[in-house]
């Protein structure tokens, strides 16, 4: 599963899972899970450049990606475990400005937050090394700054949650993507910017991933 | 490219693209093309069975679905024809319930337009056996009765700007799915209707290809 990136066919993303970010950006808290799909061309490797097409404010989201080892439908909470096959840590870059614009209009996120380069994502870790992915810390730095700090003890909806919520709807494959949302402190990225991201066991603070992007 | 339900990794789906399905639904024309992304795992090969989720209007969209073969990114209208493997014929379902939910909310489009089996498919056409991709007759009957009618040459945006416009967004890839929006008529489809669609020559009205489903 190391070749989620090529081999993957969707990443599936979900909206507001912490609650300090939803307030950040004036939301409401969801009742249940929602998501947006972003295309598998997005995804850019821990090392390259994010391209910020003009006129477009990007912000950064670090999130906590979950690679699909073995695909399902209608997958029980219970079962969720057993289709995980591992994790990578993901920034969700989104085109603000445009965001704001399209759900003013009722119209879809696919574009807003589909342009290429819009999915920076670390290595793979396999699941057997994560002692508990609800409690990693996860953080994001600008130009060696913390813009994001947070700890995937707070999701609102936890993964096996997620992963039943998401496969009722569509099938899930081996390979897809689903990132879990983004704890508060989104912002800004200028060109220029150096970005460093990593994700941590929250209990022994041993470093799992780091992700870095220009 | 026969093979692109396989093998494909996006369907790309453009809204509003032809007037009087805009009309129909009291939306606005839009100045340029927008789209949404559906999973491929939502495709249905021709004679199988949608599956309509409880709660759920779906309404059928048909639409002509261009299948890119060779991939690229920030392709000019010029270049556009020779990325273009050929054709298929499609539906694009639609939980249009859901679909009014979440365009006041502005939330994402991807649920309500990406239920497993709501992107029934024919099989496809090489585009040497297409002589006018933008006079096209295309329709659809349910139970018998003709529900859509019409033809390509009425798209707002044609096939070469629609390419153009995503892939100034997100790069295509061999087997990608573009779905150039519908024409009016759209409705809703009930458990046990039967479903008929045809794509011919607006010339000849010579029949180039058929999709059913239950
Ligand atoms: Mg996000
Ligand atoms: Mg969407
Ligand atoms: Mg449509």
Not at 41 to 58: D, M, Q
Not at 90 to 108: F, H, I, S
Not at 185 to 209: Q, R
Request: glycine content about 10%; overall charge negative; charged content about 25%.
């Amino acid at each position: 599963m190391a070749s989620f990136l090529r081999s993957g066919k969707k990443i599936v993303a979900i909206g507001r899972n912490y609650a300090d970010h939803v307030k950040e950006l004036n939301n409401k808290v969801p009742k249940e899970p929602f998501f947006f799909l972003k295309p598998t061309t997005s995804y850019l490797p821990s090392g390259g450049n994010v391209e910020i097409p003009r006129g477009i404010l990007a912000h950064h989201e670090v999130e906590l990606g979950v690679v699909i080892g073995k695909g399902g439908r209608e997958i029980s909470e219970q079962d969720a475990y057993s289709h995980i096959a591992g994790y990578a840590l993901a920034v969700d870059m989104t085109a603000r400005n445009l965001q704001d614009e399209v759900k003013k209009k009722g119209l879809p996120w696919s574009a807003v937050k589909g342009f290429d380069t819009f999915t920076p994502i670390s290595s793979f870790i396999p699941k057997s090394q994560v002692s508990d992915p609800h409690n990693l810390s996860l953080w994001l730095k600008i130009n060696g700054e913390f813009k994001q700090k947070g700890n995937t003890a707070d999701m609102i909806f936890g993964i096996s949650r997620l992963i039943e919520h998401v496969s009722s709807i569509m099938t899930l494959e081996e390979g897809d993507l689903i990132l879990t949302g983004t704890p508060a402190g989104v912002g800004p990225l200028n060109a220029g910017d150096e970005v460093e991201c990593g994700l941590a066991d929250g209990a022994t603070e041993k470093e799992l991933l780091r992700l870095a992007f220009g």
